[in-house]
């Protein structure tokens, strides 16, 4: 029997674009539902991940670079009886613009040898103090590559959009109070809506339900805040969580390590 084993290593480089570097290997830890406020670049180096995006199940294989939109919920595991080793890189909205969300929905893994080799010899160059000219040479045109796949799907410009109707409203209402947070009742009073019927909308628009998606925002806040070099008792204050208690709890959850752990494998 393979018992449960993890390896995680986590910085936040000082490239413009990259959010975090995150290196991981897992046996048996499976990843719920969740989202990122960031584009999650993936390359799995040993093993195979399956997870849903949109309804729809995907793997990893090893010619292929995964690609997952922000804001869209997504999970993950094994697919493998060893687990797998993975490097992923977490980019914000200045490489990739959210009109092309819709197009890496529909399809995130990318088979293309070019990228792959691209994607892992950037991985090299942050892993190196003193290459950042070289990461970011690397990272440009990698977000070109990136952008010419995705642009070439927009032809199915009868997709619709994430974030239309009741159910975006909603995501719109929890992203402004990530922090603080939203309670249903004021949530319903503001979109005029009953509370069970926001409930069943947004579930049913992002396969999520309000609450899980809010504390997956709240983690990814965490996870920059630790690589900050913040203690957890101070993260957990600063990200809307009740204490570390409550904060472990979900990061363990979502990350696949507690929040010390984390922390203390970061660079």
């Given at each position: ?51 849903d995006l949109d309804r729809h199940e995907h793997g990893t294989p090893h010619d292929t670079v995964s690609l997952l939109p922000p804001h869209v919920p997504h999970n993950g595991s094994p697919a493998t009886p060893h687990g797998f080793r993975k ?143 913040l203690p957890p008792g101070e993260v957990a204050v600063a990200t809307g969580f009740c204490d570390q208690a409550h904060l472990t709890r979900h990061f363990k959850r979502l990350v696949g390590v507690p929040p010390g752990r984390y922390r203390l494998?970061?660079?």
């Amino acid at each position: 029997m393979v018992t449960d084993q993890s390896d995680v290593s986590a910085w936040r480089p000082r490239i413009p674009g990259v959010v975090e570097v995150f290196h991981a290997r897992f046996t048996e830890y499976a990843y719920p539902m969740h989202v990122h406020d960031a584009w999650t670049l993936l390359i799995v180096d040993d093993g195979a991940v399956r997870y849903d995006l949109d309804r729809h199940e995907h793997g990893t294989p090893h010619d292929t670079v995964s690609l997952l939109p922000p804001h869209v919920p997504h999970n993950g595991s094994p697919a493998t009886p060893h687990g797998f080793r993975k490097r992923v890189l977490y980019l914000d909205g200045s490489l990739l613009g959210d009109e092309l969300i819709g197009p890496a929905v529909d399809g995130p893994g990318l088979r293309d040898p070019v990228l792959r080799l691209r994607v892992g010899q950037l991985h090299a160059a942050l892993a190196r103090p003193g290459d950042e000219l070289e990461a970011e040479s690397r990272l440009a045109l990698i977000g070109e590559r990136l952008r010419a796949h995705l642009r070439r799907r927009i032809v199915d410009a009868g997709r619709p959009g994430h974030g239309e109707g009741l159910a975006g409203s909603l995501r719109e209402l929890l992203d402004e109070h990530v922090t603080e947070g939203l309670l249903l009742a004021d949530a319903a009073r503001l979109l005029h809506a009953h509370p069970a019927h926001l409930v069943r909308a947004f579930s049913g628009a992002y396969g999520i339900p309000p609450h899980q998606y809010l504390m997956s925002r709240r983690v990814g806040r965490a996870r920059r805040l630790l690589l900050d070099g913040l203690p957890p008792g101070e993260v957990a204050v600063a990200t809307g969580f009740c204490d570390q208690a409550h904060l472990t709890r979900h990061f363990k959850r979502l990350v696949g390590v507690p929040p010390g752990r984390y922390r203390l494998g970061a660079r």
